[in-house]
């Protein structure tokens, strides 16, 4: 089996937070839970998708607050913001407070695009500009200019006892390097690596070639290299993977049973690219950590990163999700040849 090219350096995971629409409060609570967790095993990042007219977490900066003020040392991450829904302005002042309540331990992922089902939202949503906003890559540059500390406005100074500044407040110096961008095609890849950012990417590529073949890992590889070749870092660039990956160490027979059903479920999508956007799906990965981390180091895009913010499943429990974050941290991690932080105190 071909080696690693570069040794797993940073392990993340990255969830959803589904919750009950008759208690929504008990489904944060499992989302900052399992965030603890993950500090307590020694991850080294734990990340939240942005759901909006949904059943998971609309707010993630919210979250993230909370998470910061529960946690000393785990790198807190979105991914990604779609910023369909944000005026970059708005979030930039919130992404610095929450960055520098958390000791600058902030990761934004955002992405570009308009907005799901744009065409029934839009009345809601921005009803009296639906038709000229712009849902393209001067949408992430307009917040990294905010977050950079960028002027915003020309007027700065003392107006009777208020003072006004020219840009963004709070500022937090080292955010902006922070920030990541989640790409899926060689088009966001290279315009993500040309402004600097880190680079996003995950068990969702884009089939930009109509004929084939279609090989994820090999997409991937392509996303990367292509990311890196355009950014001013090269080959120092940032990369985190984000496969879905499922290891079965201590699970129990009902627990693998219906891992391997999901995975089963999800895997025709898989074989060819998906609806108009062309998407290709990466399987799932489930099974014991010795045998995910061969599959791993057969993945020729894997072998290309250091990091790694590994999917948990949509849809499954907290207890799912203990026991699969302790099998990561404990056995699949190490295996990788990853170090976790430890010990918490």
Request: hydrophobic fraction near 40%.
């Amino acid at each position: 089996m071909p080696p690693t090219a570069r040794p797993l350096r940073k392990l993340g995971f990255l969830t959803i937070g589904l919750f009950d629409e008759a208690d929504p409060r008990r489904g944060h609570e499992s989302t900052l839970e399992i965030i603890e967790l993950g500090e307590r095993l020694g991850f080294d990042s734990a990340w939240v998708r942005h759901r909006h007219l949904q059943y998971g977490i609309s707010s993630p900066v919210a979250v993230l607050a909370a998470a910061s003020q529960r946690t000393r040392r785990i790198d807190l991450g979105t991914a990604v913001i779609p910023l369909g829904w944000e005026n970059p302005l708005r979030l930039a002042e919130d992404l610095a407070t929450v960055d520098l309540l958390s000791g600058g331990r902030l990761h934004p992922g955002v992405s570009v695009g308009p907005p799901m089902h744009y065409d029934r939202v839009q009345d809601a949503l921005y009803p009296d500009t639906a038709d000229v906003e712009d849902f393209g890559y001067g949408r992430v540059e307009r917040l990294l200019d905010c977050v950079r500390g960028e002027p915003v406005t020309d007027f700065a100074g003392t107006e009777g006892f208020e003072v006004f500044s020219d840009r963004v407040q709070p500022h937090s110096p080292g955010l902006s390097g922070r920030l990541w961008y989640g790409g899926g095609s060689l088009r966001s890849a290279r315009w993500a690596g040309e402004h600097g950012m880190n680079l996003l990417t995950s068990s969702v590529v884009r089939a930009d070639d109509p004929d084939g073949p279609w090989d994820f890992a090999e997409i991937q590889l392509g996303l990367i290299r292509a990311f890196r070749a355009a950014h001013p870092d090269g080959e120092a660039a940032r990369v985190s993977q984000g496969l879905v990956v499922i290891p079965t160490d201590s699970a129990t027979p009902e627990q693998r049973a219906r891992y391997a059903e999901y995975a089963a479920r999800r895997l025709p999508r898989t074989t060819a690219p998906q609806g108009p956007g062309r998407l290709l799906f990466a399987p799932d990965l489930v099974g014991s950590s010795e045998e995910i981390a061969e599959r791993l180091r057969a993945h020729a895009a894997f072998r290309e990163v250091d990091e790694v913010a590994f999917a948990l499943p949509f849809t499954f429990g907290h207890e799912d999700y203990v026991q699969i974050l302790t099998d990561m941290a404990t056995k699949l991690g190490p295996a990788l040849g990853w170090t976790p932080i430890l010990p918490y105190t």
